[in-house]
């Protein structure tokens, strides 16, 4: 009975509703096929997870909103893709739905479901921010989900004490393997000189990220170019992203190198002397590879209003708020000017003990969130989704 359990097709529904969930997702259903080889992925994805094999119900871009006054114009639509996402689910009746971020849509679809079908397990990966805002959150999740994966080892006892099952599986950000010679290899690809100095610009992956940023962002490249003329701007981007970053900077003068390939892109990242980045994920990942690097920020102001009320964490950028230090440089809102961002860049471009200062930090965190660790982030996350597939197999048999 155990071996035909073990090779029974599972059916797992994934959600992820922005890129960054995309790559999360991605990793969850690779180490997911080499514990379980019998299963069949759909749900809502990114081209990271199409490569493993998930069918889609409509192309993630849709989801990928920020804030309250960005959310606004798409809410019509986005309330039909929770109505339309949670029927697909309830018709299907998989063996366990797995959402990957993007709480205001995977919530909602989340309680539609629980009201339709109360024996599908419904697992939540990335703890929604109850440590930084409305921590009301966590109780109200316990009532609609089975499990919480969450990727920061502080975040469990939030939710633990509303009887949640809640796991850290550590972030899978630490699952990266860098090549030892990546910045040399970067630079020979793109014919680069060695002693050339090259600046990473990160405007974010979502258009209404890029729409706030890349004007600022390019009028501190000017600045820093007056400074040091031959930096190389190098802008690791998203496929469908490029034409809009293309079109921004055509007869500007600046002429970066655009890339997408994402194994380019940490070997960028460990090419470069200073990073100038939107704020995310994508900090831990210059941690990783120990790029210098400041967070730059802006939101539409009826969104960073509300913000100013409602958020209870002295700082913005993940690494920070580990550390419970400011790491890394926030120039957030008001402070997000060219000028500012020129001159932080400068700084960890120029003074030793700034660059020091960050690097000193960036191992210890990076290592806190499950760097080299037997079982990787992505294993633990599949192993506790089978685990809770199995047991309700288990409790279903014995009825």
Known sequence: MDGEQNNKELRVFVIAGEPSGDKIASGFMHAFKEIHSNVKFFGVGGFQMKREGIETLFPLEELSV?????????????????????????????????????????????????????????????????WAWREKRAEKISKF????????????????????????????????????????????????????????????????EIKQLLQIFEESVYKILTKIPNILVVIPTLPHLRPMIEEAFKGKGINPLIIEDEEDKFRCFSASNVAIAA???????????????????????????????????????IMNIISRR????????????????????LKLLESVDARKAQLHFFNSVIDSLGRGKKITPSQKAAETVLSIIKEKQNSGDKK
């Open 66 to 130: 920020m804030g309250l006054a960005e959310i606004l114009p798409k809410l019509f639509n986005l309330i039909s893709r929770v109505n339309y996402t949670a029927d697909e689910i309830a018709k299907a009746k998989p063996d366990a739905v797995l959402f990957v971020d993007a709480p205001e849509f995977c919530f909602n679809v989340a309680k539609k479901v629980r009201k339709k079908d109360k024996s599908i397990p419904l697992i939540h990966y990335v703890a929604p921010t109850v």
């Open 145 to 208: 989900l089975d499990c919480l994966l969450t990727l920061f080892p502080f975040e469990p006892p939030y939710f633990e004490k509303y009887g949640l099952k809640t796991v850290c599986v550590g972030h899978p950000v630490v699952e990266k393997i860098m090549e030892p010679d990546a910045a040399q290899i970067f630079r020979k690809k793109y014919n680069i000189e060695a002693d050339q100095p090259i600046l990473a610009l990160l405007p974010g992956s979502r258009v209404n």
């Open 279 to 317: 704020s995310g994920t994508v900090s831990l990942e210059l941690s990783l590879v120990g790029t210098p690097h400041l967070v730059a920020y802006r939101i539409n102001m009826f969104s960073a209003l509300l913000a100013k009320f409602v958020i209870k964490t002295r700082y913005f950028n």
């Open 326 to 345: 400011p790491i890394v440089p926030e120039l957030l809102q008001d402070r997000c000017q060219a000028d500012l961002i020129a001159d932080e860049a």
